[in-house]
């Protein structure tokens, strides 16, 4: 283990991190959390949840359970979160790895989440001899079974699957921040192809955010920079890949989220700035008219609960979750130790 590490950072990730028997990852029992209580509803505007060791870092909204599924970015796992601020287990650990993005599919009953093992080797708890992980799983909604696990390091050195969303027909798409791509999988978990453009590239954070727009193309936000993408064609063999215009452009660009108006909710922060440039927290919204050709910005607000990273879009509002990533990377405790927030935009 890297002895320059930061002890702190270090323990944050063992505290969540599963144990490798044999070359493959070991399911541990998550921690013991609420027992769950009846669902209230509406949801309230702000929910602070008791979950040390978990950092959320994506959210999506299931409409079957009407509760929120979160990843974790120190276990591996996916769990549910009801109105009630109660967390219960979906899927169990299924390698040492962070589960950043998750999309709910629910026309086929699926969660799909982006996952890598970048943390873990960061803080040297990972033998660097052995090969990057970094994919896209594929899980039954209901029970939380792996349905897929499709490896999208592609013999890259540092590779980060980030976010992940998929369009009608259940192709999924996942960007890696690592290696500035937006890989294509099928239904079935077959690599159909990889997205690349010079526009993509940056020595810093890559493609983030990630929406399929129900026209049939993509938006993709590009985290550094705060530049955001149209693909159109992302199933054929040459897709065509668009900037959009914005009238002002964000420091940064993490999780988006379409609404049902046609708006696109963004998060920014500067969690992935290098160089030690700061930024606000903030959360806004776009709306084009010419159908994401341009985009202009009609709300953006400073966001108060720190390091906002996502959306999840629900019946009941925008939520959008701030998981105390900031613990795993800079060692700084945040101000609530053990909780994450959902906070209505």
Do not use: C
Not at 88 to 95: H, I
Not at 281 to 306: F, K, M
Not at 316 to 344: K, W
Request: glycine share 10%; charged share 20%.
């Amino acid at each position: 283990m890297d002895a320059s590490v930061p002890a702190s950072r270090r323990t944050l990730l063992r505290l969540g991190a599963v144990g490798a028997v044999g070359g493959a990852l070991a399911a541990a029992p998550l921690p013991a959390f609420a027992a769950s209580r009846s669902e209230s509803s509406p949801l309230p505007g702000t929910l602070s949840v008791n979950a040390p060791g978990v950092y959320p870092e994506g959210v999506a909204w299931d409409p079957r359970r009407k509760a929120f599924l979160v990843g974790s970015s120190a276990q591996g796992t996916i769990s549910v979160v009801k109105a009630d601020g109660s967390v219960t287990p979906l899927v169990a650990p299924f390698a040492q790895v962070s589960v950043l993005g998750i999309t709910v599919d629910a026309a086929r009953n699926r969660v799909l989440a982006a996952y890598t093992d970048y943390f873990f080797r960061l803080l040297g708890m990972v033998d660097p001899s052995q090969p990057p992980v970094s994919g896209v799983g594929v899980f039954d909604l209901t029970t939380g079974a792996v349905q897929h696990l499709v490896d999208l390091s592609a013999g890259q050195a540092e590779p980060r699957a980030n976010d992940v969303t998929v369009d009608d027909d259940g192709t999924i798409y996942v960007t890696d921040t690592g290696v500035d791509t937006v890989s294509v999988v099928s239904r079935d978990g077959k690599v159909i192809q990889v997205i690349q453009d010079d526009r993509f590239v940056t020595s810093d954070t890559g493609p983030n955010g990630i929406v399929a727009h129900p026209a049939g193309f993509l938006l993709m936000g590009k985290y550094d920079g705060g530049r955001l993408f149209r693909i159109d064609r992302p199933r054929s063999a040459r897709p065509v890949v668009s900037e959009v215009r914005l009238d002002r452009a964000p420091l940064s660009l993490d999780g988006l989220a379409l609404r049902k108006d046609g708006s696109l909710v963004a998060a920014a922060n500067d969690l992935s700035l290098s160089g030690g440039r700061t930024g606000r927290d903030a959360v806004l919204v776009l709306r084009s008219t010419d159908n994401w050709r341009t985009a202009r910005t009609v709300q953006d607000q400073t966001w108060p609960i720190e390091d906002p990273t996502t959306i999840a879009v629900t019946p009941y509002g925008d939520y959008v979750v701030s998981g105390g990533l900031r613990e795993i990377l800079t060692g700084v405790p945040s101000a609530t130790p053990g909780q994450f927030h959902l906070r209505r935009r």
